[in-house]
């Protein structure tokens, strides 16, 4: 009895044709199953070609005026991943690059003054120190302080429970006083913080004109976390409000903390906004707030003055030579 075999497979052969048209054309010949052999084409760069016409995608993704691209783009939020449908096709297509150079910027706050261009932002990393919490045990919840770079204010920069602790006079330059209230309680001076917040104007004194968002509001904590935008590049800063009740129950305290993540100045940006900030609740009757002046500052207002120092983040406008005209002068 013959048993039926299939022939044995025999290893590819490769035969390389050479002409002006297939110079790099490849054919693989093979036994198929019944014995009869085939021939396939193939290309030896096959690897590079894909690699250069992906390169060539991307570079016209970018070459795009972004403008129309990123309406079409931003329409119908796609609900498992937070991106749009059409980007997320394009993007498994052609690449994340296209969504990315293309495409605007994924997330803009609403009140930003003027419309979100296709431009790169730069954000910076949110710090992972930020909230009400206690800075050392047994201490009470608290904001964080400042470091050496005169782009931060805070209530707690003198604190003893900070875990850095500087140089007083470094301490000093950064503190802020607490902002007091003398009526309706904590929950009270809360309700007024928030709205006095959320009526906030982008864009006023020229600053954060890439609008603002309200992070985080706690009742029970009486916490405050609004993150402010620049309207160019898109710097952030980390604005706090931490509300303290004190023993007669009617007043008490709001712990205050701004700051840029990045660069060593921040050009007026931080006491600007304190200050309209403050401004707007010592309209409210029983708050007092002290503005952020010349004389109180004037490392800051040096620094800040500085042309020569080109240190990175939010550059100076052309129009505001010096900080004199940012900040209040007490007479």
Known sequence: VEVA????????TKTTKHNKNKKHTMKVRHSGPDGRNFTRCKHRRA???VCTWSIGILMIGAAVNGRGLSAFLQRETHASVGLPRRAAALGVVFGTGVVTS??????AFKNRVVPLKNEAKSPGKKPDYLGAIPRKEGALPDLAGCGETFNCFSSAATSDSNPVRYTPLTEKAHYVEPWRFSKGGAAKAFEDLQEVVQAYQ??????????FEIQEANPELRYLYVQFESAKKGYKDDVEFLVRADASG???E?????????????LGVNAKRLNNIVEALS????????????QLFPDYIRTNSDSSDTGSGPKMMAKDKSL????????
């Open 324 to 331: 004199v005209s940012m900040l209040k002068d007490s007479r």
């Open 5 to 12: 075999r299939w022939p044995t497979r025999r290893a590819p």
């Open 250 to 252: 009617d007043g008490g």
């Open 47 to 49: 690897g590079v070609c």
């Open 283 to 294: 309209k409210l009757d029983g708050w007092s707030a002290p503005l952020l002046t010349n």
């Open 254 to 266: 709001v712990r205050v903390r701004s700051a840029s993540r990045q660069g060593r100045k921040d």
């Open 202 to 211: 982008p864009g006023q004194r020229g600053i954060d004109g890439g609008g």
């Open 102 to 107: 293309a495409g605007a910027p994924a997330h």
